[in-house]
Structures are given as structure tokens and as C-alpha cells.
């Protein structure tokens, strides 16, 4: 099984701000098949990036993902007060794995 | 707009069977780039997947809980199910049915529902 690592586990910082988030592969991911997830409280999981670098439909032009083999990368350029949330990635290259979730506060 | 919706009993007994249904609307089941998966949240943890399966019935499970899954699918009803067996308190969360696209990942999610293991 592919385990992801999350880094940080939480991050501090301040609307306005950029957010970069890190994902790391205990083996390289086929295909550069790595996802981002956010989710808010209560709710369900909100597909962001796909393919490590393809935004999904109707994600804002400020999340941006980057990578490849086994370090990604989820950067959101200015933070708005919506971004405050847990963020995930995901692997599906190999079955599916998800990471344990970084904390943006 | 695609809509999935997870429907079943919110309360499970220890060492029974956990059955959970999820029906698919404003879109197509059986699309040859599609598979349908569940993914379920323990409260305050991470995401865990359980299964996917293809509109043809092929199935793909979580290494961990093959034994005790069973995914299935109802084209004329637009539904695929979940049934977990000899349920234990760690199977207490909040279960997702998700559509998963070639190449996308999960990119439709439904809302969730809380399914707990007690007595």
C-alpha cells in the first residue's frame, strides 16, 4: 500500500497570505495520479486538483497543484477566509490512498 | 447536475451487517469512463476507501476489508450498494458514496451518512 505523508499537519497563517502544502509517497505514484481534496466542516470532500496539476471545474485560478514521483505540492495563492479548512491528497494510481489531512487555520 | 444520495440505518449492532445504498441522479450510472466508489470518515479522522465498482459489476476493494465487503450495482434502479459484515465499533463513521472518474479521481461526492456500531 502506498502511504501519503501531509505536511505540515496544521498551518497558521493569514487571509492574503500563500499557503503551501506538501504531500509526500512512500513510492512513486503512477502516472502522476495524485488528487487534492478540501473539506469544510460537516461537509463532504471537494475535489480541487486532479492529475497533481489539472484544476477541477469551477476551482479558482488561486489553488494550484504541482509534482511528481513522490512529492507534491497544493499551493493556494491568497488566501480568502473560505480556504480555512482541512486539505487532503490522494493517490490513484496505485488503488487509493489518501493522506491524514493538513489543518489550515 | 449530478446528485448522489447515501440512504440506510444510521444505527448498526456489534457483529452485524452494515447495508447502505446510493442513488444516482441527474446523470448517467453506466458511462464507460465511470466507476462508483465508498469512502467512509471516522469521526475527527482521515478518509478511508472501501471499494469501487464498475457499471459492469466489477468490483475493486480496500486490501484491508475485502473480507468483509461487498459492493454491488443496480443499473435499472441507478444505485450501487455497500454491505459491510461483523461490524465492530471501528466501523463507526461517516460513509460516502462518490463518483469516480478515469484519470479525475472522485469528483461528485454525496453528503454522507453517519453509520454507528453499538449495541
Known amino acids: 500500500e502506498i502511504v501519503l505523508t501531509q505536511s505540515p499537519g496544521t498551518l497558521s497563517l493569514s487571509p492574503g497570505e500563500r499557503a503551501t502544502l506538501s504531500c509526500r509517497a512512500s513510492q512513486s505514484i503512477n502516472r502522476n495520479y495524485v488528487a487534492w481534496f478540501q473539506q469544510s466542516p460537516g461537509q463532504a470532500p471537494r475535489l480541487l486538483i486532479y492529475?497533481?496539476?489539472s484544476r477541477a471545474t469551477g476551482i479558482p485560478d488561486r489553488f494550484s497543484g504541482s509534482g511528481s514521483g513522490t512529492d507534491f505540492t497544493l499551493t493556494i495563492g491568497r488566501l480568502e477566509p473560505e480556504d480555512f479548512t482541512v486539505y487532503y491528497c490522494q493517490q490513484y494510481g496505485n488503488s487509493y490512498t489518501f493522506g491524514q489531512g493538513t489543518k489550515l487555520e | 447536475q449530478l446528485q448522489l444520495q447515501e440512504s440506510g440505518p444510521g444505527l448498526v449492532k456489534p457483529s452485524e451487517t452494515l447495508s447502505l445504498t446510493c442513488t444516482v441522479s441527474g446523470g448517467s450510472i453506466s458511462g464507460t469512463s465511470y466507476y462508483w466508489g465508498w469512502i467512509r470518515q471516522p469521526p475527527g479522522k482521515g478518509l478511508e476507501w472501501i471499494g469501487s465498482i464498475y457499471y459492469s459489476g466489477t468490483t475493486y476493494y480496500n486490501a484491508s476489508l475485502k473480507s468483509r465487503v461487498t459492493i454491488a450495482v443496480d443499473m435499472s434502479k441507478k444505485q450501487f450498494s455497500l454491505k459491510l459484515n461483523s461490524v465492530t465499533a471501528a466501523d463507526t463513521a461517516v460513509y460516502y458514496c462518490?463518483?469516480?472518474?478515469?484519470?479525475?479521481?472522485?469528483?461528485?461526492w454525496g453528503q454522507g451518512t453517519l453509520v454507528t456500531v453499538s449495541s
Open positions: 462518490a463518483r469516480d472518474q478515469s484519470g479525475y479521481s472522485f469528483d461528485y
Open positions: 492529475g497533481a496539476s
